[in-house]
């Protein structure tokens, strides 16, 4: 596991976007694994800049997005389907045809489920997920007490997800579906590589529990620990209860010049 601390979300982001743009680069047909909500979206809006200035081709790409709501159709302006498409898809050249994203309105969810681990493997595997990270240290929508080796599957929102998401549906609560289709975490893990992105104060404790606290179901992104090839970039704010951030500081400004890829 490698902690990178930079002094805000954007700069975190921008690291983010470099790594990313590196990975396609070397292989134009990669896999990406895609998470939705606030945390991702400047590191989308760079991408966007990078295609549309640098010239970074998505043609070759396959996305598979971590998760959606049950019952949202994907015009509904709160489905992760229309969040991805109004802040990423629709502004590269990616083909719509490699884009994967849960179907929230299936009528036969196992099957789905299904459907979706074998098309991951069909691909190749994910070569790169992108995560965020929940205040109670959920992925995906990988609660709290999540099997450790979990597929794609339901799962039901705790009361403090549906609070903390009820901020894109007009602050009601009662408008938050409680159920969501999630990749789980043993399909996270698999991942070739995996970046975790953790922004603001509210984030500290999760951010702290998931890097140097046990791993435990309890926190779902400290099975993140076991990976080989895991990166988290956090802002100050977020690493703010690290014991060793420091030490993390110290590591990062010290990287030999042929490995400061950010």
């Keep these: 596991m490698e902690v990178i601390i930079s002094q805000d979300a954007k700069s975190a982001s921008d690291k983010a976007a470099r790594y990313i743009a ?9 896999v990406l694994g895609l998470a939705t909500g606030s945390t991702p979206l400047h590191l989308y809006n ?17 996305t598979f997005n971590l998760d959606e709501y049950l019952g949202l159709k994907p015009e ?10 109004e802040n990423l898809f629709s502004k590269i050249n990616i083909d719509p045809r490699n884009v994967n994203i849960p179907d929230g309105m299936t009528d036969n969810v196992m099957t789905f489920c299904n459907y979706y681990e074998r098309k991951i493997r069909e691909s190749g595997g994910i070569d790169l997920q992108i995560l965020g990270i929940g205040t109670d240290g959920h992925i995906g929508f990988n609660e709290p007490t999540s099997s450790f080796a979990s597929r794609t599957r339901i799962k039901t929102l705790t009361r403090e997800t549906i609070q903390s998401n009820a901020r894109f549906f007009g602050n009601d609560e009662s408008k938050v579906p409680q159920h969501v289709i999630t990749m789980g975490i043993g399909t996270v893990m698999d991942a070739a590589n995996i970046l975790m992105l953790a922004f ?19 926190t779902p992104a400290s099975i993140l620990q076991m990976h080989r090839h895991v990166k ?3 802002d100050e704010p977020a690493a703010a209860n690290l014991k060793l951030s420091d030490y993390y500081k110290w590591v990062y400004d010290r990287k030999p010049e042929w490995n400061r890829w950010l």
């Design 46 to 62: 760079r991408l966007v800049q990078m295609h549309k200035n640098d010239g970074l081709d998505f043609s070759k790409v396959t």
């Design 76 to 85: 509904d302006p709160q489905s992760y389907h229309y969040f991805m498409f």
């Design 232 to 234: 988290f970039l956090i």
């Design 200 to 218: 603001g104060k509210d984030k500290a404790n999760a951010v702290a529990a998931s890097i140097e606290g046990p791993v435990s179901a309890f």
């Design 22 to 30: 590196d990975v396609i680069t070397r292989k134009p047909d990669c």
